[in-house]
T-cell receptor, first 114, second 118 residues
Framework: AQSVAQPEDQVNVAEGNPLTVKCTYSVSGNPYLFWYVQYPNRGLQFLLKYITGDNLVKGSYGFEAEFNKSQTSFHLKKPSALVSDSALYFCAVRPNNAGNMLTFGGGTRLMVKP | KAGVTQTPRYLIKTRGQQVTLSCSPISGHRSVSWYQQTPGQGLQFLFEYFSETQRNKGNFPGRFSGRQFSNSRSEMNVSTLELGDSALYLC?????????????????FGPGTRLTVL
């Protein structure tokens, strides 16, 4: 069975500083990895995904993520945080043989302070 | 292009009642998935429907059921509501359900229905 871990419940960063939100995963076969963001009273918005190829994936709103197969990690990064980035971030994995079923991590709340 | 819509947005029920939630996917999308989001358990997969057939099911009791209509709209039903069923129920739609990382099954989420059970 697949699983996703987000070890930090909350990440605090000052505006303008780089941010990292951590994610590790466990899945048999090729990992298909995703990051989603959730703003208050909203559904999930897709940020980026890793399917294959380049380990550095670029996504929406200046976010990127680095896939590391040996460490089974898929950390979300942004070079310069904005206050508007404050939200709940979810990492997810989808196995190759499970249709559209996503397994999510517990979520990390990102707080960007001015 | 309209996004995924879910109705109602908010719902209050009492224990023992049943509830039906509705999801209208993006036009042309044939796959609809449902997720439950709670503070304690996080985001958990309920089930997925594609072309009116249930493709996958999560680890939820039989009180949770769903269906999909020929126009791809989906409903989920929870019978004999319990306090622990209070949650945000999210629906996601995609073109297909081939699994893996294909853009064919990129999922778009609706705003959710917040169910409160008293």
């Amino acid at each position: 069975a697949q699983s996703v871990a987000q070890p930090e419940d909350q990440v605090n960063v000052a505006e303008g500083n780089p941010l990292t939100v951590k994610c590790t995963y466990s899945v048999s076969g090729n990992p298909y990895l995703f990051w989603y963001v959730q703003y208050p009273n909203r559904g999930l918005q897709f940020l980026l995904k890793y399917i294959t190829g380049d380990n550095l994936v670029k996504g929406s709103y200046g976010f990127e993520a680095e896939f590391n197969k040996s460490q089974t990690s898929f950390h979300l990064k942004k070079p310069s945080a904005l206050v508007s980035d404050s939200a709940l971030y979810f990492c997810a994995v989808r196995p190759n043989n499970a249709g559209n079923m996503l397994t999510f991590g517990g979520g990390t709340r990102l707080m960007v302070k001015p | 292009k309209a996004g995924v819509t879910q109705t109602p947005r908010y719902l209050i029920k009492t224990r023992g009642q049943q509830v039906t939630l509705s999801c209208s996917p993006i036009s042309g999308h044939r796959s609809v998935s449902w997720y439950q989001q709670t503070p304690g358990q996080g985001l958990q997969f309920l089930f997925e429907y594609f072309s009116e057939t249930q493709r996958n099911k999560g680890n939820f009791p039989g009180r949770f059921s769903g269906r999909q209509f020929s126009n791809s709209r989906s409903e989920m039903n929870v019978s004999t509501l319990e306090l622990g069923d209070s949650a945000l129920y999210l629906c996601a739609s995609s073109w297909g359900t081939s699994g893996g990382g294909s853009s064919y099954n990129e999922q778009f989420f609706g705003p959710g229905t917040r169910l409160t059970v008293l």
